[in-house]
């Protein structure tokens, strides 16, 4: 019988100004993007979405936090949103989201990053 490996240290924190241009570099491949418009978004992009999430943050105790490894270093993001679209889906709901860069696949991270999120999002008082 195998021994499933441990899961990998995850540390979640606002997102910073500084994050912004991480999250570029991180998710700047088309693999990571497939299922967000098929290319890299401008760090633009990036530079109001951290803005948004310290927003929510700030008024909700939740938002897609910066993920970081065991080395302090940024993977990607995880968390919770309320739905951004006022005009299609489950407006009114909480959106949960996660994307890993593509070094960081297949290695316990989106699995370790939804527990801690988990945590943080019901502590923060959502059911």
């Known amino acids: 019988m195998t021994t499933p490996l441990p899961s990998p ?18 998710f700047n491949d088309p ?9 890299p978004a401008e760090r633009s992009v990036y530079e109001e979405l951290t803005a948004r999430q310290r927003r929510h943050d700030a008024e909700r105790g939740f938002c897609f936090w910066t993920l970081l490894d065991q080395d302090g270093e940024v993977i990607g993001f995880t968390g919770a949103q309320p739905w951004p679209h006022a005009s299609f889906g489950p407006v009114g709901e909480i959106e949960i989201g996660w994307r890993l860069g593509r070094a ?8 370790a990053a939804a527990r801690a999120t988990l945590e943080r999002v019901r502590a923060a008082g959502v059911a």
């Open 104 to 111: 960081h696949w297949g290695r316990g991270y989106a699995t």
């Open 9 to 26: 240290v995850v540390r979640l924190r606002v997102p910073t100004d500084e994050d912004a241009l991480d999250w570029h570099r991180v």
């Open 31 to 39: 693999e990571v993007m497939e299922f967000h418009g098929g290319t």
